[in-house]
C-alpha cells in the first residue's frame, strides 16, 4: 500500500494547483504543473496506480467543499 503521506502531498499540490488564484500562481505554470504531475503518476506500475486510486478515494472527504475535486483526481490525472 502507497504511504498515505506520499499520497496526501499529492492531493494537496493538486488542490493548490487547482485553486490558487491568478495573483498567486500563473494559471499557464499551474497547468503546466499539473500536466507533470499527471506524467509522472501515469508511470507507475498498475499495481501502485491503483493502490494510489484507492487511497485518493479514501482521503476525498476530508476535503470537505473541495471533496469532489479530489474525487476526480484520479480520472483528472489519468490514473484509471
Given at each position: 500500500?502507497?504511504?498515505?503521506?506520499?499520497?496526501?502531498?499529492?492531493?494537496?499540490?493538486?488542490?493548490?494547483?487547482?485553486?490558487?488564484?491568478?495573483?498567486?500562481?500563473?494559471?499557464?505554470?499551474?497547468?503546466?504543473?499539473?500536466?507533470?504531475?499527471?506524467?509522472?503518476?501515469?508511470?507507475?506500475?498498475?499495481?501502485?496506480?491503483?493502490?494510489?486510486?484507492?487511497?485518493?478515494?479514501?482521503?476525498?472527504s476530508?476535503?470537505?467543499?473541495?471533496?469532489?475535486?479530489?474525487?476526480?483526481?484520479?480520472?483528472?490525472?489519468?490514473?484509471l
Open positions: 500500500m502507497q504511504n498515505e503521506h506520499l499520497v496526501k502531498a499529492i492531493v494537496d499540490l493538486a488542490v493548490f494547483l487547482e485553486f490558487s488564484d491568478e495573483d498567486s500562481l500563473d494559471p499557464d505554470a499551474s497547468m503546466a504543473a499539473m500536466e507533470q504531475l499527471s506524467s509522472t503518476l501515469q508511470e507507475m506500475p498498475d499495481l501502485e496506480r491503483l493502490n494510489v486510486v484507492q487511497a485518493i478515494q479514501r482521503m476525498a476530508g476535503y470537505r467543499e473541495r471533496a469532489n475535486f479530489v474525487s476526480a483526481l484520479p480520472e483528472t490525472l489519468g490514473l
